[in-house]
């Protein structure tokens, strides 16, 4: 486990020298960085010859045992589009069971409801279209939005809420559980990242620390994932429900995480880690009131709207 030092300065100039970025991403990186993945037997065909008018003769029964076919995997499957009032855009996800975490920490969880993910972070326009500020760092319209704590995401989904049109079709938006994230994060596989387990294919995924330019990026420049999501590795680390807790050691239905805690997680890594900090099963842990131009967020909306 690693200590938080919230003694550390923030810096929030235009300009910041490599030292002390070096320094910073250092310690940030310690205190956030990842936890180190019968059939029936046939019949015989009675072999006593049975005298019949038929002609025709009786199949034989083929001593072959047929397997029942695998349904479609969820990763090939095309998910419904919806928009929101204010341009957001969301995919239905499933409900269903995945393998989450990795190593001597995997565990089932299923997930009994489906709900619908954001295809893209929350963008720097779409936040001051809700909360009438934009506090990014790395300012652009199509960005995602960062410099937001837990807290300010939390607000943004109490405001997105209440929105006339959002509140006429009963949507409630929230945070996605740590579960949601990966389940919908993996689309499907059990791989280190969506596509695969080689990390030079990341680039093509995600804005991380070898392709960034230290800073963040448009949403949607890189390729989605099977269940077409974006940035879901790199960009900025998204902020989750959950508080952060060790994972349960069995299976589990529906986890919203700990129960209590000082720290909240957040996953995908960001512009500002390595590969290894972007993995599926990557976590990450931070003060809820820490504001930093490394975390932003996407939502969820249950269908159901709770």
Not at 120 to 129: G, K, S
Request: glycine share 10%; aromatic share 10%.
């Amino acid at each position: 486990m690693y200590a938080v030092a919230a003694q550390i300065p923030l810096t929030t100039g235009a300009n910041v020298s490599i030292s002390k970025f070096t320094v910073v991403c250092v310690a940030v990186l310690a205190i956030c960085g990842c936890d180190r993945g019968q059939p029936t037997t046939p019949v015989a065909p009675d072999p006593t010859p049975v005298a019949t008018p038929d002609p025709t003769p009786v199949a034989t029964p083929d001593p072959t045992p047929v397997a029942t076919p695998d349904p479609t995997p969820v990763e090939d499957m095309e998910l419904p589009e919806s928009t929101n009032s204010i341009g957001m855009e969301f995919k239905l996800i499933p409900a269903g069971t995945f393998t989450m975490g990795e190593g001597d920490q995997t565990h089932e969880v299923t997930l009994t409801q489906s709900f619908q993910m954001g295809i893209h972070e929350v963008t720097q326009a779409q936040y001051e279209q809700v909360m009438g500020v934009n506090p990014s760092k790395f300012k652009g319209a199509n960005n995602p939005v960062e410099m937001v704590t837990w807290d300010d995401a939390v607000e943004f989904c109490r405001k997105l809420s209440e929105l006339p049109a959002e509140k006429k079709a009963g949507n409630v938006y929230r945070l996605p559980t740590e579960a949601e994230w990966e389940y919908a994060c993996r689309a499907g596989t059990t791989t280190k990242y969506s596509f695969g387990d080689d990390d030079s294919e990341l680039g093509d995924y995600a804005w991380h620390s070898k392709n960034s330019v230290l800073k963040t990026h448009p949403v949607g420049s890189k390729l989605p994932n099977a269940w077409g999501l974006y940035d879901m590795y790199g960009n900025v680390g998204e902020w989750c429900q959950d508080w952060y807790g060790e994972y349960p050691s069995g299976a589990v239905t529906d986890p919203s995480g700990a129960t209590s805690g000082s720290l909240r997680v957040f996953r995908g890594g960001g512009w500002f880690g390595p590969a290894v900090e972007c993995r599926s099963a990557g976590r990450g842990r931070f003060l809820p009131s820490y504001r930093y131009y490394f975390f932003g967020f996407r939502v969820s909306l249950s269908p159901s709207g709770k």
